[in-house]
């Protein structure tokens, strides 16, 4: 499969844990993604990743929230002390160049 | 910045009746815009994309959107709904070039397939 992977699928976390997600682009896309999707909304814009550089971070990304590219290829995105409103589906995407983000199945995340 | 209104967060379609969903955008730059749709607990899967050139253009499963630049919109179609049509679909835009911010997503139409 040379799609976008995401581990875990699910997460189920006691508050004030932290939990780290992993994801696996697609390999020749140097643009990595970060999304957050609540129950009943479109995907919001997490943080972006150019190869191994973060060149953008939304102000959803609280200083819980850390996000590494660290040879340009695989990413992880981890969560300290989690919060109940952190329960979500987070999704990652990887691009080529321009325009197309294909998405991984997304990690939901349930923080009780 | 951008921004993507869907109208309608539900449209329910008959088996074999055309379905219209309903995109428009807005953007201070030549936008890219995207149809995603999600099924349960699945993630997003690419419909189809408009870049530059042609503006009709053709996706997957038998969809197609126009982008009218004149009506800042980007409407999904199909002639002939199937049960299997049944799921989210998100429409999203990006700045051309790719922005470092990412997708802008709509809230998502929820499609029903009646028998």
């Known amino acids: 499969d040379t799609g976008v992977s995401q581990d875990p699928r699910h997460k189920i976390t006691k508050r004030g844990q932290n939990v780290t997600f992993r994801c696996d682009p697609i390999s020749e896309h140097n643009r990595l993604y970060w999304y957050r999707q609540t129950l009943g909304q479109g995907p919001e814009f997490l943080t972006y990743f150019q190869n191994e550089a973060q060149l953008e971070k939304s102000r959803l990304l609280s200083d819980r929230f850390s996000a590494e590219r660290p040879k340009g290829s695989f990413s992880t995105l981890e969560i300290q002390r989690t919060e109940q409103g952190d329960s979500a589906m987070y999704l990652c995407?990887?691009?080529?160049?321009?325009?197309?983000?294909?998405f991984g199945q997304g990690t939901r995340l349930t923080v009780v | 910045a951008q921004s993507v209104t869907q109208l309608g967060s539900h449209v329910s379609v008959s088996e074999g009746a055309l379905v219209l969903l309903r995109c428009n955008y807005s953007?201070?730059?030549?936008?890219?815009l995207f149809w995603y749709v999600q099924y349960p607990n699945q993630g997003l899967q690419l419909l189809l994309k408009y870049t530059t050139g042609a503006t009709l253009v053709k996706g997957i499963n038998g969809f197609e959107a126009e982008f009218k630049k004149s009506e800042t919109s980007f409407h999904l179609t199909k002639p002939s709904a199937h049960m299997s049509d049944a799921a989210e679909y998100f429409c999203a835009v990006i700045k051309s070039g790719g922005g470092a911010d990412g997708l802008t997503f709509g809230k998502g139409t929820h499609l029903i397939i009646q028998p």
């Open positions: 953007s201070s730059v030549p936008p890219y």
């Open positions: 995407a990887s691009s080529p160049t321009t325009g197309g983000a294909f």
